[in-house]
Nanobody
Framework: QVQLVESGGGLVQAGGSLRLSCAAS????????MGWFRQAPGKEREFVAA????????SYTNSVEGRFTISRDNAKNTVYLQMNSLKPEDTAVYYC???????????????WGQGTQVTVSS
């Protein structure tokens, strides 16, 4: 069982940066693959990035490649999403998720946080 709590969202101007954090409970955090997803109003939840348990494998959706960076600190039970060069279309609720596989779809993840709002103004 893993419990996830996101933080770091907020309002930022286009071109700005934010760093999201996701703190996980449980002593087995290092054995979980972690993902970030986002959901804009009226849209389905979409994959943003994922990272393997060791941090050695990462995956990004095309629209954030080169702008966002996912990382993790297993000693702190935390996964991060550094978001640079933000665009208005990045506005959404961002969720972190955990499971035993490196997935790119929401259905592949069993554990979810409550989400944190990111709003990018033009």
């Amino acid at each position: 069982q893993v419990q996830l709590v996101e933080s770091g969202g907020g309002l930022v101007q286009a071109g700005g940066s934010l760093r999201l954090s996701c703190a996980a409970s449980g002593r087995t955090f290092s054995s979980y693959y972690m993902g970030w997803f986002r959901q804009a109003p009226g849209k389905e939840r979409e994959f943003v990035a994922a990272i393997s348990w060791s941090g050695g494998r990462k995956s990004y959706t095309n629209s954030v490649e080169g702008r966002f960076t996912i990382s993790r600190d297993n000693a702190k039970n935390t996964v991060y999403l550094q978001m640079n060069s933000l665009k208005p279309e990045d506005t959404a609720v961002y969720y972190c998720a955990a499971d035993r596989v490196l997935g790119v779809t929401a259905t592949e993840y069993s554990y979810w946080g409550q989400g944190t709002q990111v709003t990018v103004s033009s």
